[in-house]
């Protein structure tokens, strides 16, 4: 994959950014002027939004010193936060999770994590299981039984992990389902499960919509398949060097990969910070 710096003329007022492969490096680690830039970017009328699958909570507590001058999709896209102003959140009816929680309860080495608005609720205790949980989710409740009586809370996403092996072993096991919910290969461990129409690209949409601004003022940066249909809702798409190679091929850009400060040097360019 080749990496060319974005020739953009259009005038980029929001930048959404994923976090996991793409903002992240390997090691989980923000790039050092990270907060810098938001700031400046702010000053030059330019959002930034951190559109991922993890937990607001979990973003607010990495992201505490800027959070008030970002956008905030999270749950890929099932929640939506104006620094710390919730402006979106799914629902999913109880009747139309509880099939699928009974079905990945019998799958002896996947697990479930029902994403409330207030916190995530896990039935599982394993130790490795918990260090991804504590990860992706701040705020997080245990509990015996996820389904009796039902958690009080609107469950607007469900993820499912298996260790490293998502695509090959959840997948599969989620088809049957397709035709209720968006199945999206969140990362090597995890897929989520949404309301069908709800995803990162129609929250960028509805932030678009938000900030009266249109998909030629928006720059999207991402490297996995849940990071698709954000793709399609701006024009300035850009895919990290280690992108999935299906992402790679709907992205207008290239940029380099998360571990060679792809997403910085790119907006370095872009906006003379």
Not at 177 to 183: K, S
Request: hydrophobic share 40%; aromatic share 8%; charged share 25%.
């Amino acid at each position: 994959m080749e990496w060319t710096y974005p020739q953009i003329q259009d005038d980029i007022k929001l930048v959404a950014l994923d976090m996991d492969g793409t903002l992240l490096d390997s090691q989980k680690r923000l790039p050092p002027d990270f907060f810098d830039a938001v700031h400046a970017l702010r000053a030059k009328g330019v959002r930034c939004c951190i559109a991922s699958g993890r937990q607001y909570y979990a973003l607010l507590r990495d992201l505490e010193p800027v959070a008030d001058d970002l956008l905030f999709l999270a749950e890929n896209g099932s929640i939506i936060f104006d620094g710390r102003q919730n402006i979106f959140t799914q629902d999913l009816p109880y009747w139309l999770y509880r099939p699928v929680v009974e079905h990945i309860r019998q799958v002896d080495d996947c697990q479930i994590v029902l994403c409330g608005a207030r916190a995530a609720y896990i039935e599982q205790q394993d130790p490795a299981y918990l260090h991804q949980i504590d990860l992706y989710y701040a705020r997080r409740q245990l509990r015996e039984d996820l389904l009796a009586p039902p958690v009080e809370d609107a469950v607007c996403k469900l993820a499912v992990y298996c260790d490293r092996r998502a695509e090959q072993r959840v997948l599969p096991l989620l088809e049957e389902y397709r035709d209720r919910f968006l199945v999206s290969l969140a990362g090597s461990d995890w897929v989520d499960m949404m309301l069908p129409g709800t995803n990162k690209g129609s929250g960028l949409t509805r932030l678009q919509q938000y900030l009266g601004i249109g998909p030629d003022n928006c720059m999207a940066f991402g490297d996995y398949l849940n990071d698709l249909q954000m793709m399609g809702a701006c024009t300035h798409s850009v895919a990290m060097h280690n992108a999935h190679p299906q992402l790679a091929a709907v992205c207008r850009h290239r940029a380099p990969s998360n571990d060679q400060d792809g997403v910085m040097r790119v907006l370095r360019h872009q906006f003379d910070l």
